[in-house]
Every structure is written in C-alpha cells, then in structure tokens.
C-alpha cells in the first residue's frame, strides 16, 4: 500500500493538503461561517489558502521541481497569516499578551522545523 519511494513524510503531507483544502473551500459555504459579519479579506484567505493547499498536493503528486521553491512560498505565506492571527488576538485580549506571545513562539517554532524538513525534501522534487 505504500509508495514505491518510500517517502512517508510527503504522503503524510499530501493527505494534510487535500484535508485543509477541503476545509478551506468549507469555510466559504455559509453554514460554516462565523455568526460575525461576512468579511471579503477573510473569504479571499481561504480562496488563497484552499489554492496553496490544491497546488501543493497537485505538485507532490507529480514531483514537479517547481514544487519545492512554491513550498517556501506557501510555508512562508502560511506562517505569516498565522502570525497576524495570533497578533490580532493579542489586540482582543485585554488581560494579556504571554498567550499569543507563547503562540507565535509556536509557530515560529513550527515554522523553523518545517523549513528544515521541506530542505532535506528536495532530492525527491529535483534529483542530482
């Protein structure tokens, strides 16, 4: 059942693409949207992140070499959207900042590991 290449962190990877696009596509129907005002800006994230995780699974599939250089670009576009959550919640929060703090740390945290393991990925996209 497994691959041919061994490669279970991208399998691992590619069930976690088609799951988040599928969620994102699911936050733009109307009974999975927040009881707040409808906002464009947050419509058009999840237009964005649904097309980040469609590609993304789409280019694993196929080992296409542009692949790995647009996974910077999602891993990057990825981290700061979740940075600008996290920061914006901080704004919310009146009674402290060591929550959010402790979260970017997270995700910076999560965002550097990522990084090192999307690198060791790139023999599988471009061969020597």
């Known amino acids: 059942m497994g ?19 599928l969620f994102s596509v699911l936050l733009l129907t109307p009974a999975f949207r927040s009881a707040g005002p409808n906002s464009h800006l947050r419509d058009l994230i999840s237009i964005l992140n649904a097309a980040i995780f469609a590609v993304g699974f789409y280019g694993i599939q196929r080992k296409a070499r542009l692949t790995w250089q647009l996974g910077w670009f999602a891993g990057g576009f ?27 740390l997270a995700g910076f945290g999560v965002g550097l590991y990522w990084g090192y393991w999307w ?4 023999s599988y996209f471009i061969p020597d």
């Open 3 to 21: 691959r041919s290449d061994g490669n279970l962190g991208l399998l691992v990877l590619k069930v976690i693409c088609v799951s988040f696009c």
């Open 119 to 122: 690198k060791r990925q790139k």
């Open 78 to 104: 990825l981290l700061i959207e979740w940075l600008v959550v996290c920061l914006a919640s901080s704004l919310r929060v009146s009674h402290g900042w060591i929550g959010p703090a402790v979260l970017v």
